[in-house]
């Protein structure tokens, strides 16, 4: 429970720009047109490991994060309601994970991305 803390505390202070990069942190920024949907892929988790994942939108729109393995199976998924949420998840094996990055809504948006790992 500690380190899925201090992954989510990791993840929240790289979008808030506040944080210094760990050489596992990921932070990119994107667009996503209405109804798009934008994928991280290739993300390597060692079984029981923790990662975290968190976008913070520039808009009112809503946001869908979703993890899932390489066999296409959902892992965890979450509607970022105010442009801004984090998810944890941790590895059952080792192995690659991707991420996507979903507007649900009909407008443009702007979105800070950021992986720990």
């Known amino acids: 429970m500690k380190f899925r803390m201090l992954a989510i505390a990791t993840v929240f202070a790289a979008l808030m720009g506040t944080a210094a990069l760990h050489a596992e942190m990921t932070k990119d920024w994107d667009h996503l047109d209405g109804y798009t949907k934008m994928t991280y892929s290739n993300i390597y988790v060692y079984g029981g490991q923790t990662a975290g994942v968190g976008v913070k939108g520039e808009g009112n729109t809503n946001l869908r994060l979703s993890v899932y393995d390489n066999n296409n199976n959902l892992?965890?998924?979450?509607?970022?309601?105010?442009?801004?949420?984090?998810?944890?998840?941790?590895?059952?094996?080792?192995?690659?994970?991707?991420?996507?990055?979903?507007?649900?809504?009909?407008?443009?948006?702007?979105?800070h991305f950021a992986l720990e790992n």
């Open 75 to 111: 892992i965890r998924t979450t509607v970022c309601r105010y442009d801004n949420c984090i998810l944890t998840w941790t590895a059952a094996w080792n192995g690659n994970f991707y991420v996507t990055v979903e507007n649900l809504s009909p407008y443009s948006t702007d979105y």
